[in-house]
């Protein structure tokens, strides 16, 4: 009698676009808070330069101080109390001398006071670059250790981005080379959130590369910074800083550059510029270029925001 066997359905090419897609859920968090490292690690590392910049002219200061106090000191050992007593001797009147003494006295507390001041302030800071030094260490270390589970996760990425190949032939599917990336409603008016939208739905097709953020290639939240940099506006580089940094909105007041958020209201892992017509435009991951988004009823949707 012959052994039974089970058929197991070969999955389908949507079947294996929603697995990429959910499996790149689990690294988008982990790419935003390397971002937010990064970013935080650029800013420090430039606080640190412009601290080692203003700490050389402090010390040329405490040179000059320490010289000045040297030579009295020196003055002073050279003379002995005669020095004094010189002052005295040639002193025409008891007040001359007395006057003499104090103006020698208040000499040297100037130049003590002078070089005591200059060492507080260099002495701050160089206590303010070790913490500084000490906060970039403790990222750097961050960054090594988010990267490494990046690479686990991605690893499970290109599993899939395998078998879809295999399946597909030749990189077919949304992630290949003739990915349908969608097309833009056209946009009104000239406000900041209308450039910052034009400004997206022009790098239609362009890569997804993580951490980019412009011009050439991009991640989520590197399109929506640099779009709204376009329109003249800074705002924070991750999703999780642009929610928690801009103005919420709710969906009825949705217009051209808004930003939807997407996963967690706690701390979006995505998000999105909105065009119009129910359209955003989003970086959406590894394999698949910029494009647009129907976001008209999506149930990932946690809250939308206007820089």
Known sequence: MGTATHAYAVPTPAEIEAQLDEQFRLIEPIIEEYNKINSELAANRAKADALQ??????????????????SIAVTAYKNGRMGALNAVLGAESANDTAQTLSQLELLARNQRSKVAG??????KYRNDKRALDEIIAQQTAKEAELAAKKKDIEKKIADLEKLQRQLLGGGGGTG???????????????????????????????????????????DCSGLTSYSWKAAGRSIPRTSGDQWRGLNRISKDQLQAGDLIFFYSSSNPSHVAIYIGNGIAV????AGVPVKTKNVSSDSSIVGYARP
Not at 53 to 63: F, N
Not at 118 to 123: E, K, L
Not at 282 to 285: D, K, L, N, Q, T
């Open 118 to 123: 200059v060492a507080d302030t260099v002495d």
């Open 176 to 218: 290949g080379s003739g990915a349908n990336t969608g097309t833009c409603p056209a946009i009104e008016g000239g406000g900041a959130g209308a450039t910052a939208a034009r400004t997206a739905c022009a790098q239609l097709g362009k890569p997804y590369v993580f951490g980019a953020a412009g011009p050439n290639q991009f």
């Open 282 to 285: 989003h970086a959406s991951r």
């Open 53 to 70: 910049t203003q700490l050389a002219p402090m010390a040329a200061q405490v040179d000059e101080a320490m010289l000045s106090v040297k």
